[in-house]
């Protein structure tokens, strides 16, 4: 099992940065992606960033690529996701999630509860 637990949520406003973390604990997470991923409300979760924890790939959605960076620390087994020029569509719940899934959330097996992000224009 692998356990996660996202903190750095809140409320911005337009054109402002916030940077979530995402605490791993359990098994080993040398071969999995980490993945950031988000559900507006009314809408359905969608990719936002992963990274693959060994050779540090990364991969971003469209919508943020230039605006959002992931980065982990593999002696605190943390995840972030810097977030920078943050615009009303990003609102949402951000997710973070451990597993095979590359940018399918189906891929996943490992799921964090979710923190809040609410960027107000």
């Known amino acids: 099992q692998v356990q996660l637990v996202e903190s750095g949520g809140g409320l911005v406003q337009a054109g402002g940065s916030l940077r979530l973390s995402c605490a791993a604990s359990?098994?080993?997470?040398?071969?999995?992606?980490m993945g950031w991923f988000r559900q507006a409300s009314g809408k359905e979760r969608e990719f936002v960033a992963a990274?693959?924890?060994?050779?540090?790939?990364?991969l971003y959605a469209d919508s943020v690529e230039g605006r959002f960076t992931i980065s982990g620390d593999n002696d605190k087994n943390t995840v972030y996701l810097q977030m920078n020029s943050l615009l009303p569509e990003d609102t949402a719940v951000y997710y973070c999630?451990?597993?095979?899934?590359?940018?399918?959330?189906?891929?996943?097996?490992?799921w964090g509860q979710g923190t809040q992000v609410t960027v107000s224009s």
């Open positions: 999630a451990a597993g095979w899934g590359v940018r399918s959330a189906k891929g996943y097996d490992f």
């Open positions: 359990g098994r080993t997470l040398s071969s999995y992606f």
């Open positions: 990274r693959k924890w060994g050779d540090s790939t990364t």
